[in-house]
Nanobody, 123 residues
Framework: VQLQASGGGLVQSGGSLRLSCAAS????????ISWFRQVPGKEREGISC????????YYAGFMEGRFTISRNKVKNTVDLQMNNLKAEDTAVYYC?????????????????WGQGTQVTVSS
């Protein structure tokens, strides 16, 4: 099983990026998938999760509507649309898969992680 996060890059403040989490060896549809992010020296923090049933959770600090998670069942990906990006959004973004069908913000409950994709927002 491998997860691959992609779509990061350098963007100006106020810009947008769309991240994608792809999988090989497993169907993302059968598992809860989350996006997390991490900056050096800080813990990995949860952004959003989509459950198997399609329920979506936005974790604390990400409820203002700038980030939107979605499944693409055709491509077997889970995407994260990020709008109105700010300098403080600069981080490495990771997708995580847990064998459970429901979401969890506990990063230790995730069984697989993508390698991370760097997002840098210039002010």
């Amino acid at each position: 099983v491998q997860l691959q996060a992609s779509g990061g890059g350098l963007v100006q403040s106020g810009g947008s990026l769309r991240l994608s989490c792809a999988a090989s060896g497993i169907s993302l549809d059968s598992h809860a998938i989350s996006w997390f992010r991490q900056v050096p020296g800080k813990e990995r923090e949860g952004i959003s999760c989509v459950s198997v049933s399609g329920d979506i959770t936005y974790y604390a600090g990400f409820m203002e509507g700038r980030f939107t998670i979605s499944r693409n069942k055709v491509k077997n990906t889970v995407d994260l649309q990020m709008n109105n990006l700010k300098a403080e959004d600069t981080a490495v973004y990771y997708c995580g898969l847990r064998y459970g069908t429901v979401c969890s913000v506990a990063r230790l409950s995730y069984d697989f992680w993508g390698q991370g994709t760097q997002v840098t927002v210039s002010s």
